[in-house]
């Protein structure tokens, strides 16, 4: 009965469960590339000939840092990916099949269910999308400060793979510091920086799977008028995934990267001129007495002064790498992980009833 039963069969609550299963998973397998796509997001280039691409950037991570610092904020990454997927997938899941009961009861009886339009896909994806960020920006804040570290001079910001001092004594990056350290300089809302970007971010997700949708429709349309009921390919997932995340990432990048330093230390340093950046805040004190902190459309306007319309797009290439695999990765995933979760209720439900 279970390898007969359907993974859309699943209740949202459980397709929830499989899908932030499965984000985990794709997020631990690529997560070194996840840190150095961040550090080079995070950090404004210099004028100098400083290697941005993702692979110089983790030799020298690991030269510099070692390998852990490869991994540094993997607990509060892992947190923020199971629990913005899973209110993800529960939202986008429960939304999306309240829509279509809608539509069915509409319909005659025998009557199959047209698919989603593009333009409906998108919607619902952005509606779940938002509600997921109110409820999990706050883990992702603190995982962008691991990630990233500490920036310790003006001058540091040139060197996005060395912003961390370790020979700090006083350094201390636990989930629960960084937090701490967050209210203390930027009020509890510092725990929400970036939740303006977040929201409008809601796109990508939304373009994401609303093209991930629309298109698996197409292909297995086309396989049921050849007289065939398979469902896709590990490998046709695969390619449908990546692009829709590729596609996805190119239209909303310039926020992506905005966002990014936001949330990072090294926000409050920044002013307009490149060549002398603003002195570090003290750390554990509040440091928008007489200032506020940079929003994305700030970030954009002076990245856009110092290095013109490409600054925008600094460290899209990393972005689309780990996007595209991580994204492959859960598509080719999540149909597994939702055939073990529904195997796991069948099983618990044998339990219970015996």
Request: charged residues 20%.
């Amino acid at each position: 009965m279970v390898a007969q039963s359907k993974p859309q069969s699943l209740s949202p609550l459980a397709a929830a469960l499989a899908g932030a299963l499965g984000a985990c998973f794709s997020t631990a397998v690529v997560y070194p590339l996840d840190v150095a796509k961040t550090r080079i997001q995070a950090i404004p280039r210099s004028k100098g000939k400083d290697d941005l691409s993702l692979l110089a950037l983790i030799i020298r991570i690991i030269k510099k840092e070692g390998l852990f610092a490869l991994y540094g904020g993997f607990g509060a990454t892992m947190l923020n990916t199971f629990s913005m997927q899973y209110a993800y997938f529960f939202f986008y899941s429960f939304v999306r099949n309240s829509y279509i009961s809608r539509i069915t009861r509409k319909l005659p009886k025998g009557s199959k269910v047209p698919a989603l339009s593009t333009a409906a896909e998108l919607l619902l994806g952005a509606v779940a999308g938002a509600l997921a960020q109110i409820f999990t920006i706050p883990v992702s804040v603190i995982a962008t400060r691991q990630q990233v570290g500490r920036v310790t001079k003006p001058s540091s910001t040139e060197l996005p793979s060395n912003v961390t001092d370790a020979s700090d004594p006083q350094s201390d990056d636990s989930f629960m510091a960084v937090a701490r350290e967050i209210i203390e300089e930027e009020g509890v809302g510092g725990l929400w920086l970036g939740i303006k970007p977040g929201l409008v971010l809601t796109v990508n997700p939304a373009i994401t799977y609303g093209m991930y949708e629309r298109v698996k429709s197409l292909l297995l349309l086309a396989k049921a008028r050849a007289g065939s009921n398979d469902k896709l390919s590990a490998w046709q997932s695969f390619v449908v995934g990546s692009l829709s995340k590729t596609l996805a990432t190119i239209v909303t990048y310039p926020y992506i990267m905005a966002k990014v330093r936001i949330q990072a230390r090294s926000a409050d340093i920044m002013n307009d001129d490149p060549e002398h950046p603003g002195d570090v805040p003290s750390p554990h004190i509040y440091h928008h007495a007489k200032s506020k902190h940079p929003g994305a459309l700030d970030i954009l306007r002076k990245v856009l002064q110092r290095e013109g319309v490409l600054g925008w797009y600094q460290g899209m290439q990393a972005q689309i790498i780990k996007a595209v695999l991580s994204q492959a990765l859960l598509f080719m995933s999540k149909e597994q992980f939702e055939r073990w979760t529904l195997a796991l209720i069948v099983l618990a439900v044998q339990m219970r009833s015996k």
